[in-house]
């Protein structure tokens, strides 16, 4: 059973930055794709950013690009987001989420971290 656990948000003002992390068990990794999506109350979750645990492909977010950064690390099992010039409107309860090889969606999600970004 895929476990994963995120850890690292908290409060941080405009400009700031914050470094998120995921930490990955259960099972192995190799041909996953690993993301990150976040979601604010009354709205879907959206997508963030995601790596191929493999590659290390990454794709962003158009609203993300260039200040976010997706790492993944396999020998940790860990996968990370380093959030730099952090907007209030990057509030949001952000989660990792790993899809399979055979699979179109995200089957796995963590339990979601607090971000929230003040003006």
């Known amino acids: 059973q895929v476990q994963l656990v995120e850890s690292g948000g908290g409060l941080v003002q405009a400009g700031g930055s914050l470094r998120l992390s995921c930490a990955a068990s259960?099972?192995?990794?190799?041909?996953?794709?690993m993301g990150w999506f976040r979601q604010t109350p009354g709205k879907e979750r959206e997508f963030v950013a995601s790596?191929?645990?493999?590659?290390?492909?990454?794709h962003y977010a158009d609203s993300v690009k260039g200040r976010f950064t997706i790492s993944r690390d396999k020998v940790k099992n860990t996968m990370a987001l380093r959030m730099n010039s952090l907007k209030p409107e990057d509030t949001a309860v952000y989660y990792c989420?790993?899809?399979?090889?055979?699979?179109?969606?995200?089957?796995?999600w963590g339990q979601g971290t607090q971000v929230t970004v003040s003006s």
């Open positions: 790596i191929s645990w493999s590659s290390g492909n990454t």
């Open positions: 259960g099972r192995t990794f190799s041909s996953y794709r």
């Open positions: 989420a790993a899809r399979p090889p055979d699979s179109p969606n995200y089957n796995d």
